[in-house]
């Protein structure tokens, strides 16, 4: 039986290999390696890798590591997720929801938290769902509108 960081590894190794698009793809592939796992910690495991699912045309798509480098190169990301695959951004109070296509929220928040802010207290990403907590209500109406100008272009 593996370890989680061993079982994790390799997660990362079939999909650096492989072209996987689901959940249930990814468990097959495992199973068929003699690793004996739910799609429930294969789900866990995704978004504690922070996984993201790229368009490979079609309307398919693939799981794959999020690439990111330096903080420049975080916002030129981030951008352009935003505008790809961002759908809507609501707020109440100091809390803010973000809505993005099926199965583009985990790289859409690691890219948030990524980027190291001090008004960005923490993400919780879903499939299609981010929510961001900014440390006050003022900070919280400037992340909206800076997250709506990018949304938008």
């Known amino acids: 039986m593996l370890s989680k960081d061993q079982r994790q590894k390799r997660i990362q190794d079939i999909i650096a290999r492989e072209s996987v698009s689901?959940?249930?793809?990814?468990?097959?592939?495992?199973?068929?390696d003699g690793v004996?796992?739910?799609?429930?910690?294969v789900s866990r495991d995704i978004?504690?890798?922070r996984l993201v699912r790229l368009p490979i045309g079609k309307g398919r798509h693939r799981y794959a590591l999020a690439q990111v480098?330096?903080?420049g190169n975080v916002e030129e990301e981030l951008a352009r997720l935003f505008q790809n695959f961002v759908h809507d951004v609501d707020r109440g109070e100091n809390m803010l929801v973000i809505r993005t296509a099926d199965?583009?929220?985990?790289?859409v928040a690691l890219l948030l938290d990524r980027l190291r802010r001090d008004d960005i207290?923490?993400?919780i990403a879903g499939?299609?769902?981010?929510f961001v907590v900014a440390r006050?209500?003022?900070?919280g109406e400037e992340l909206m509108e800076e997250l709506n100008a990018l949304m938008i272009g």
């Open 22 to 32: 689901t959940q249930a793809d990814l468990v097959a592939r495992l199973r068929a």
């Open 69 to 71: 480098a330096g903080h």
């Open 103 to 107: 199965g583009h929220a985990t790289g």
């Open 136 to 139: 006050t209500i003022a900070e």
């Open 36 to 41: 004996h796992v739910t799609q429930a910690t």
């Open 47 to 49: 978004n504690e890798l």
């Open 121 to 123: 207290v923490g993400t």
């Open 127 to 130: 499939e299609d769902t981010i």
